[in-house]
């Protein structure tokens, strides 16, 4: 395994991240442990989850995927081995079930505590906000569209206060901020150094070759203010597997389960795969390490989020770590990006 420092932290942090999200919806509990057992063995110091998960998000199976890892936690005691990261969700209709005030001092308070107890530990290393209260472009919204009737409190100083009460009671060590735009990233930098309140240590956004919309702006903010990007989706739901195009074992495949999430499905997308697949191929690599050790070798990213429904997936991509891609097959890659960029933002 390789490892980097969590930004303006002394956190050692592997460079391939265990999202969980599917923990409690496709995986059980036991799939969840022996996941998370393979994980540590194979160097994985890092976990992600988040309060409203497992995904899709319904009342039903909220916070499920954390008391999987609590569980885990419990029986293990591996709690001192871990970087440990939740999220608290953000106001939609999807998570009407879960709240619906936004990031106000209630509320991240009552999710933190109820995550807490959950994952069954006292503190979070990194505690993110899963998505900004706003209406702006994120979840798949290429472009930023202005609402003039949006109704919205600039609550940035605000929500950084709570969180820093937080912090002061010793229930999280860090913070960050997911699906996240250039000028809400930079916000609450500008409150933490004018108020003298907790920085961001990293964003965690969508990320991988057919999602490149980070590589502008944000990936600019992201080295010169220090802000680490978390990098999601770098499989773009299993697309970037090849296992669609080939229609291999895919009766039980996120997307056929749920077809709403069709985001990396579109007819550029499906075009682009299937150039990055001739690609990895041509190369002797599997699409599913080529796009994962892309992400990995991003100056950006301090960690890529790889998630799996079973071992034989996990394994493949924990190895990524181990493929370094060449000079020629970057530029070929940045050649197939120009031809069709971003075909899923």
């Known amino acids: 395994m390789k490892y980097t420092t969590l930004p303006n932290t002394n956190l050692k942090v592997s460079k391939i991240c265990l999202g969980t999200m599917t ?49 885990w936690l419990k029986k293990t005691g591996n709690r001192n081995k871990i970087v440990l990261a939740s999220k608290i969700a953000g106001p939609g209709e999807y998570t009407a079930h879960i709240r619906k005030d936004g990031y106000c001092k209630r509320a991240l308070k009552e999710a933190i505590e109820n995550s807490l107890q959950r994952l069954q530990t006292d503190y979070l290393d990194v505690y993110q906000l899963h998505w900004p209260e706003r209406q702006t472009n994120y979840f798949g919204v290429r472009d930023y569209t202005h609402n003039s009737e949006d109704v919205w ?23 960050g901020v997911s699906n996240e735009t250039t000028w809400g990233t930079k ?15 990293t964003i965690q956004n969508p990320y991988s070759l057919l999602c490149r919309t980070f590589d502008s702006s944000l990936a600019e903010l992201s080295m010169r203010e220090n802000v680490g990007l978390l990098a999601y989706s770098p499989l773009g739901f299993g697309v970037l597997s090849g296992k669609y195009i080939r229609k291999e074992n895919v009766e039980k495949a996120r997307i056929t389960l749920f077809p709403r999430f069709s985001r990396y499905s ?57 493929v370094a891609l060449s000079e020629e097959v970057l530029k070929e890659i940045d050649a197939i990006h120009n031809l069709i960029p971003n075909p899923a933002p």
């Open 187 to 201: 916000r609450f930098l500008e409150e933490s150094e004018k108020n003298n309140l907790p920085r961001l240590s």
């Open 266 to 322: 579109s007819e550029q997308a499906v075009k682009a795969t299937k150039l990055y697949l001739a690609l990895a191929e041509k190369n002797n690599l599997s699409l599913t390490q080529m796009s994962l050790a892309w992400v990995n070798q991003q100056p950006w990213v301090t960690s890529n989020i790889i998630g799996a429904t079973n071992l034989t997936q996990l394994k493949e991509n924990i190895e990524s770590i181990h």
């Open 23 to 71: 923990f409690g919806e496709q995986n059980t509990e036991a799939d969840g442990h022996e996941q998370l057992d393979y994980a540590l063995e194979e160097g994985v110091n890092f976990i992600d989850t988040a309060e409203m998960y497992s995904v899709p998000a319904r009342p039903e199976t909220y916070g499920a995927t954390e008391k999987i890892i609590g569980s």
């Open 153 to 175: 409190q600039d609550n940035f100083k605000e929500v950084l206060e709570t969180l820093d009460q937080i912090k002061q009671e010793g229930k999280i060590r860090h913070i």
